[in-house]
């Protein structure tokens, strides 16, 4: 990941209903969203949740509060841990959204699209550079 900026941050509270963070969700076209309290990440809250918590439930989206269905034990990764280490994170968590800390401050989050997107960007380059090292011209 390096020193690269990361996505947007989009936040509820606790007290927002799933409703309300479903419409952000919606709008912004993201599959989660973090909780936070005094800035503080306290919890996540994505489809998934929605889908087990809420909906298998039987629970009405804006009835329920975001602190009876969100994730409160986030996982996270530092801005210089590798996108490879992210990924093999979200294989074994099974999860899909990583919020990134630099120095100890929240500064974003990360999806699996996001590393999916990133490794295909590598594999881009080293395909070219290959080609370009085959054809003898470096500079293509």
Partial sequence: MGNKPVNALYSVTQDNTVYEALELMSEKNIGAVLVLEDELLIGIFSERDYARKVILKGKASRDT???????????????????????????????????????????????????????????????KSLESYISGNPYS
Avoid at 65 to 83: A, C, G, Y
Avoid at 86 to 95: A, E, F
Avoid at 99 to 125: H, M, T, Y
């Fill in 65 to 127: 509060l975001i602190r009876d269905v969100m994730t409160s034990r986030v996982i996270t990764v530092e801005t210089d841990q590798k996108i490879e280490e992210c990924m093999q994170i979200m294989s074994d968590k099974h999860i899909r959204h990583l919020p990134v800390n630099q120095n100890g401050e929240l500064v974003g989050i990360i999806s699996i699209n996001d590393i999916v997107s990133a490794i295909i960007r590598e594999q881009k380059d080293h395909i």
